[in-house]
């Protein structure tokens, strides 16, 4: 059963989860771990609140909170570490794996701030992307580069002129592949259109939705059940082994936020299957003894007064 030093079991335990990398961030996250000092909150580890959550014996403080992290930019090791330092608090970082994050924010900190406990880098998918879901064509690619916050979107030609089709979550969805000839007659067309110049051209999308158009009903096609659990299963265990193998010290990656906050019951499977014991939300709520722990909610913070702020937030505290 769940020791504790005085906690109240009807009330909730309660997850913040922040994205360090938004404009002002730091403005408004100094003042909340402030106010959860002064109020007596405790950070407790992931570990804790997994074994809280299957009522199995755990110490855990009377005034327990959960502080994470999502998207592991380099802001965690700038801005997060030494205040965590400086307030006596612990936390974890929910960190995608591909190159374009791994080029942003590295992981050699990753190694840093896990040997001291003072955060800890968990599994947030490889690549964090969106994919093709349908065959209905949305727009075309026009050459205009991401930004740095945008997710990656898994089968997209990087090809003048290439279709963009409706899109989904990559984790939980079955993936559309397009019929590579329809790809190639676009890419074409605008080439011989001048190329970017195409794109200044009054009416230059009609004329790409007439090409697309004649294929309607025969734009390409689903992939397998089996190639959408291949995929899937592989997003995960490179994410997972990319992780342990940058902390080192015989880390294991147990825990995963859903990228998106999109989860399913295959998703779930395929987590248990690669050993993780919990998975987070972004669903808003507390947690309870009994809560399954694949289905953790959390309260995203993306500004200083969300859900009213913390005084609301820990109102029955």
């Known amino acids: 059963m769940v020791e504790t030093k005085s906690l109240n079991l009807s009330r909730p335990i309660y997850i913040l989860a922040y994205h360090p990398w938004l404009d002002g961030f730091e403005k408004y996250f100094v003042p909340h771990l402030s106010w959860l ?3 007596g909150f405790e ?6 609140l997994i074994q809280y959550l299957r009522g199995e014996e755990v110490s855990i403080p009377e005034r327990p909170v959960v502080i994470t992290f999502d998207d592991g930019t380099i802001e965690n090791y700038t801005v997060v570490y030494p205040l965590f330092k400086e307030y006596g608090f612990v936390g974890t970082v929910f960190a995608p794996t591909a190159n374009k994050f791994i080029k942003m924010s590295g992981t050699d900190w990753w190694k840093d701030v896990e040997s001291q406990g003072i955060l800890k880098t968990e599994g947030h998918s490889h690549t964090h992307a969106l994919t093709f879901v349908n065959d209905h064509v949305e727009d075309f690619y026009t050459g205009e580069k991401q930004n740095l916050g945008a997710p990656i979107i898994k089968g997209l030609e990087e090809r ?16 559309f592949i397009p019929r ?7 890419v074409d067309y605008v080439r011989e259109q001048g190329g970017i110049t195409f794109f200044e051209k009054e009416g230059w999308k009609e004329d790409l939705f007439a090409l697309v158009s004649k294929y309607k009903g025969n734009r390409g096609r689903y992939e397998t059940e089996e190639e959408k659990g291949e995929r899937i299963g592989n997003e ?5 082994t990319i992780i342990e193998k940058a902390v080192g010290n015989g880390k294991r990656v147990r825990f995963f936020a859903y990228p998106f906050g999109a989860h399913d019951s295959d998703l779930v499977q395929y987590l248990k299957k690669l050993g993780y014991v919990g998975a987070f939300t972004t669903d808003a709520g507390g947690n309870h003894v009994g809560d399954d722990p694949f289905l953790i909610k ?3 913070i993306l500004e200083e007064n969300s859900f009213g ?4 937030i820990f109102r029955e505290y």
Do not use: H, Q, W
């Open 37 to 39: 000092r002064e109020n």
């Open 43 to 48: 950070t407790i580890s992931l570990e804790s």
């Open 160 to 175: 003048y002129g290439a279709p963009i089709f409706g899109l989904g979550y990559e984790l939980v969805s079955r993936r």
């Open 180 to 186: 590579m000839d329809l790809i190639e007659i676009c």
């Open 236 to 240: 995960l265990e490179l994410s997972k």
């Open 298 to 300: 959390r309260m995203v």
């Open 309 to 312: 702020g913390l005084p609301r």
